[in-house]
């Protein structure tokens, strides 16, 4: 399995705003092959902490085929709907493969 994490740092002002995008996403990366799933994480602090969106995939394949797709840059031209100054930073990708899963045998 490959996982990826998006630390999506936003102003707290901007948090709702930032998680109706979710809320109302086009869910076209659940259709993708080798798509497992999607969670989208609230910080405890975000005045301090990132957003933390993870997808999960069978593997590093499928995840870069899905990058490659038409879908993913039309879904991912909707992400220019909140201004600049809604985020704290930029985001950071982190991609890993799974070692270990105690929900996996």
Do not use: C
Not at 32 to 59: I, K
Not at 74 to 103: C, I, M, Q
């Amino acid at each position: 399995m490959f996982v990826t994490i998006n630390r999506i740092p936003v102003h707290p002002e901007y948090a709702a705003a930032f998680e109706a995008r979710f809320q109302d996403r086009a869910r076209a990366v659940d259709a993708a092959p080798g798509f497992v799933r999607n969670l989208v994480l609230r910080p405890a602090d975000p005045a301090t902490q990132p957003y933390l969106v993870q997808t999960f995939w069978e593997s590093r394949e499928a995840f870069e085929a899905w990058v490659e797709s038409d879908a993913f840059k039309k879904g991912h031209a909707r992400a220019g709907s909140l201004p600049r100054e809604a985020f704290r930073g930029p985001n950071e990708l982190e991609t890993f493969e799974v070692l270990s899963d105690s929900a996996r045998p």
